[in-house]
Every structure is written in structure tokens, then in C-alpha cells.
């Protein structure tokens, strides 16, 4: 977490009150509740949370790929000083894969079943860059070479089906790479893959992030990545950030209860003294439909208090740059929670 990040003064991508709604037949279900953060040229920036919290609907809302019946609502969404908001659809559709690149969590159904690797990669090249067929070619055989894979030329012969798992995901690494874009959205890259072959791929990402500059939102439900990766994070719980700082500040100094109980879930490094089970979250997410408030996390909070159930809470200042939302005081003690061990 000390790898070195281009100072710059202008963010990378720049995200304001950000909120997607979906219209299901209960009422308007609120999967991003209006969320801030930003994301610096060449930095890592995790996103993390179970399942359901609305990280693959923030990831989604970036790249202008909502589903249907989905509302994107936002007070300012810019990359690289564009407002993405006001682009056209044909305008939107030439940034993504060029200056956008995003990989998602399965690859064998990202990757189309009836065309070969290399038909799927060149298309990414001829069409944002204006180049011959033997270039894109070229160069697909060039990412597949950069992304670890052996006899690339063959490979961009055969369909995803004869591909493992681990290669598949290389592909889509590689493809998203095709054009070099300045911001790469992972969705959950490592999810379905065994653990040694995670962590090559997340060996991966960090080679080639030193080596093209580009800034990369991880998102993952696993903190052991987060800790590996992570230049600064942001900890969501139904669809609201209830955390955010740096990877140092969170795993050191949590102060959202939600954020303390996912670090007693995890394994760490830390020597045995005594009973050292795994903790654990008790209750259920809250229904994110209708009008909510409060702290969503109240029902499944062992300090919970009857403020807790009033009107919703604004981020707090811990410490410069690290945020929470809870009534609880910073300065209250807060139990040393040792760093989760790395997958």
C-alpha cells in the first residue's frame, strides 16, 4: 500500500452525490444512495462490502450500463474533466473500451461463446483506433503476450470454452487493455477462480498498472485483496459509503461498526492467544425499497441507540481524509483489529 501515486491536483474521475434507483413492482428500490468519492490518476481505489450492498451498481453507473428499468441520478460524474452525464449514448459508447475499460466478474459470460478470442479483441481495436486488420492482430497477440499467456497466436484461435478459468479471466484483462485506457473498473476479478490463481491475477493487475499508469477501481467482497491492493477504499452497506480513507487508516482505525465487524470476519496473521473464532454479523440486510431512514445498519449494530433510528447521517471526519457514518465518537476506544491476512 506504499506504491507510489502520480500527484495530481485534478482527479481522475470525480463522483458527486451519485444514486441509481430501480422501478420494481414493491416500489422504487434505492441500490446507490448518494455516494461521493474520487479516484486519482494511477491509484488503486477498493470498493468493497457483501453482497448486495450496490458496489456492481456503482460499477455499472460509471460505465452508462444500467439495466432498463434503472435511474441514474448524480450532482456531478466527470472523467478526466468530461461530464459523463451530458455524453450521448454514441459518445459514451466511444469512451467505454478506449479511455474506460472495465473487467467483469465472469468472464465466460462476458466473452461471447460463438466468436474466437482474437475476433473479440480486434473488434476492441478496430474500433477505436484507425487500424488495419493485421495491426489489431498484432497487437492482440502483443496483450496476450503482456497478460502471461503462452503461444498467443493459437490462442486467439480457439473459443472461450477452451480456456480455463484463470485464462478466460487473462483475456479479458488483455482486451480491456487493448487501447490503454487511463481507468479500469474490476468487478469482482478473482471471484470464481482458485486462490493461487487469484493472486496471480492480482500480481497481474499491479504489473500492469506500474507499467501503462493507469488508475484501477477494484471491486471485491474479499479485504484480504483490499488490503493488498487498496491505495485508499471505501467500506458500502446498502447502498451508502459508511467508510472511506486510506487502506492504512481503515484497517488500522476502523470506526463504523460495520466496517469492525467485517475485520472480525476475516483470518489474520496475528499470533493465537486463547478462543480466536471467526466473528460474525448477525441479521439480514435491511430492504432497500420505499423510503428509508436512519442508520441501515442499526438492526445488526451491538451499540446501536435510539438516535440512531432519526434522521439520516452525514460522513464524519476521523482524521484528515478518513470519513465514517455513525453517531459514535471518534475518540471512543475502539478494539485493535489486527490486518486481515492477504489472499
Not at 73 to 99: C, V, Y
Request: neutral net charge.
Amino acid at each position: 500500500m506504499d506504491r507510489s501515486v502520480p500527484n495530481t491536483d485534478q482527479p481522475l474521475l470525480q463522483v458527486q452525490g451519485l444514486s441509481v434507483d430501480l422501478a420494481l413492482p414493491a416500489g422504487a428500490l434505492h441500490a446507490v444512495q448518494a455516494i461521493d468519492f474520487s479516484v486519482k490518476a494511477g491509484e488503486t481505489f477498493c470498493i468493497v462490502g457483501e453482497s448486495g450492498c450496490g458496489k456492481t451498481m456503482t460499477s455499472l453507473a460509471l460505465m452508462r450500463l444500467l439495466p432498463r428499468n434503472a435511474t441514474l441520478t448524480a450532482q456531478s460524474l466527470t472523467f478526466e474533466g468530461r461530464d459523463l452525464l451530458s455524453l450521448s449514448d454514441n459518445q459514451m459508447a466511444e469512451l467505454r473500451g478506449d479511455r474506460l475499460g472495465m473487467i467483469f466478474q465472469d468472464p465466460m459470460t462476458s466473452l461471447n461463446p460463438v466468436y474466437t478470442i482474437g475476433n473479440q479483441m480486434e473488434e476492441v481495436y478496430l474500433r477505436h483506433r484507425k487500424a488495419s486488420r493485421k495491426e489489431a492482430r498484432e497487437r492482440a497477440e502483443y496483450m496476450l503476450q503482456r497478460v502471461g499467456i503462452m503461444s498467443p497466436a493459437l490462442r486467439l484461435q480457439q473459443f472461450p470454452h477452451q480456456l480455463s478459468g484463470g485464462l478466460r479471466q487473462r483475456v479479458m484483462i488483455a482486451m480491456t487493455l487493448m487501447c490503454e485506457p487511463k481507468l479500469i473498473i474490476a468487478d469482482e476479478p478473482t471471484t470464481a477462480l482458485d486462490v493461487t490463481v487469484q493472486v496471480q491475477i492480482l500480481q497481474l493487475l499491479q504489473r500492469l498498472q506500474q507499467e501503462f499508469g493507469m488508475a484501477i477501481i477494484l471491486i471485491t467482497h474479499n479485504l484480504g485483496i483490499v488490503a493488498r491492493m487498496a491505495d485508499r477504499l471505501a467500506v458500502m452497506y446498502a447502498g451508502k459509503i459508511v467508510e472511506t480513507g486510506t487502506g492504512m487508516d481503515v484497517f488500522r482505525h476502523p470506526h463504523h461498526p460495520y466496517t469492525q465487524g467485517l475485520l472480525r470476519c476475516m483470518p489474520t496473521h496475528a499470533p493465537h492467544t486463547g478462543d480466536r473464532r471467526l466473528g460474525s454479523i448477525p441479521g439480514l440486510v435491511p430492504s432497500l425499497i420505499g423510503e428509508i431512514k436512519g442508520c441501515s445498519f442499526r438492526n445488526r449494530c451491538d451499540q446501536a441507540q435510539s438516535a440512531c433510528a432519526q434522521a439520516d447521517l452525514a460522513l464524519r471526519e476521523a482524521s484528515t481524509g478518513h470519513l465514517y457514518r455513525c453517531l459514535l465518537d471518534a475518540e471512543a476506544t475502539r478494539p485493535k483489529i489486527a490486518e486481515p491476512a492477504l489472499s
